[in-house]
Nanobody
């Protein structure tokens, strides 16, 4: 199956921007729908954004809609999350995840491959 590695996290001030990347290796990247999830200390892992295998369909959590943009480049086996207008409540470990294409789900339990996570910290 595919292996995933996130990068691009860091410390940023409120109102700033970060771009996360998720590099995939192994199986054919375009066989997978992809998503970003995040987990803040003491909280459950939550859905952030999803993109279909072709990139034609995207979904966002209400809390990030209009501020975050998910995208992918199948030729580069990479998915991205552009995060703008960051808020302190966006502070979390961000994980990329993959599910077999056509499942079209935002439930974490349907994603069978996960990266190790990258820390995003937004200061007030």
């Amino acid at each position: 199956q595919v292996q995933l590695v996130e990068s691009g996290g860091g410390l940023v001030q409120a109102g700033g921007s970060l771009r996360l990347s998720c590099a995939a290796s192994g199986r054919t990247f375009s066989n997978y729908d992809m998503a970003w999830f995040r987990q803040a200390p003491g909280k459950e892992r939550e859905f952030v954004a999803r993109i279909s295998w072709s990139g034609s369909t995207t979904n966002y959590a209400d809390s990030v809609k209009g501020r975050f943009t998910i995208s992918r480049d199948n030729a580069k086996n990479t998915m991205y999350l552009q995060m703008n207008s960051l808020k302190p409540e966006d502070t979390a470990v961000y994980y990329c995840a993959a599910q077999p294409k056509y499942l079209a789900s935002i439930l974490a339990s349907t994603y069978n491959v996960w990266g190790q996570g990258t820390q995003v910290t937004v200061s007030a």
